[in-house]
């Protein structure tokens, strides 16, 4: 199966998690020797937001601030292709013609952010869309898609199955604003409605959930 794997830098970075990296690194090891590829695409987490607003306080641009919070992004991405070895490629791709082109090294590619004005979302949904992709899986710090923010409200109720149409009723913010946290980045979600990738959001912290989603389990929160 073709994946693209979106881990969220509050899930593995914020703050850097050593043991959760490690696990995810040999899984995904495990899964690329079971036959399946793997795009995976890593954001900055607390680290970049904290980047995000130091220039924000000394006075920089909203698209300097993104900047900022790629390059933190594209550190995290290459420390694990470094951890891969020999099952990552040496380079983070900082394009989508770069990702196409490493298809061909049929090794693991780890990517950050790729320009201002976005989050990871968007990138996984681009890169799920140009290599075609099976399944998109965001590893988040819930366990799913809930029916308000669970972090704010105690009654917010986790949701099984969803239409992409319904998430729009779920966003808290449709523009994006550097640091942006919350379920599906909009953009993201416009580019999932056109692509129509089958997408899983499921909770990062249990890196077990990853197998279980390429199973086809019914884990966490399955957009279709
Ligand atoms: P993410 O929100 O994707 O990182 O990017 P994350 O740490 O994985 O987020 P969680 O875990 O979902 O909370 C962090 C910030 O980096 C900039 C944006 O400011 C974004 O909010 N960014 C990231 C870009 O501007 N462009 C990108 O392509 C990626």
Same mark, same amino acid.
């Given at each position: 199966m073709k994946v693209v794997l979106r881990i969220g830098g509050s899930v593995?970075?914020?703050? =850097?998690?050593s043991v959760l990296i490690s696990k995810y690194v040999d899984l995904l090891k495990g899964l690329k020797a079971e036959g399946h590829e793997f795009v995976v695409v890593v954001g900055g987490g607390s680290i970049a937001r904290d980047f995000i607003e130091l220039a924000r306080k000394v006075g920089l641009s909203e698209q300097n601030q993104d900047d900022l919070a790629i390059l933190v992004s594209r550190l995290f991405a290459q420390l694990l292709a470094m951890r891969l070895? &020999? %099952?990552?490629? &040496?380079f983070v791709p900082t394009s989508v013609p770069q990702v196409i082109q490493l298809l061909n090294e049929k090794k693991i590619i780890v990517m950050g952010g790729l320009r201002p004005g976005m989050t990871t979302d968007a990138v996984a949904a681009m890169v799920a869309e140009k290599v075609d992709a099976d399944l998109l899986i965001k590893a988040t710090d819930q366990e799913g898609i809930y029916t308000k923010n669970p972090d704010k409200h105690t009654d917010a109720e986790k949701i099984d199955q969803l239409s992409l149409d319904d998430i729009w009723d779920l966003l808290e913010e449709d523009k994006h604003k550097a640091g942006i946290h919350q379920i599906l980045d909009p953009e993201a979600v416009r580019l999932l409605q056109r692509s129509k990738t089958k997408t899983i959001v499921v909770n990062? %912290?249990? =890196?077990?959930n990853i197998p279980l989603a390429i199973k086809g389990k019914r884990i966490g929160t399955l957009i279709e």
């Open positions: 593995i970075a914020s703050p =850097p998690n070895g &020999e %099952f990552g490629t &040496e990062g %912290f249990k =890196p077990d």
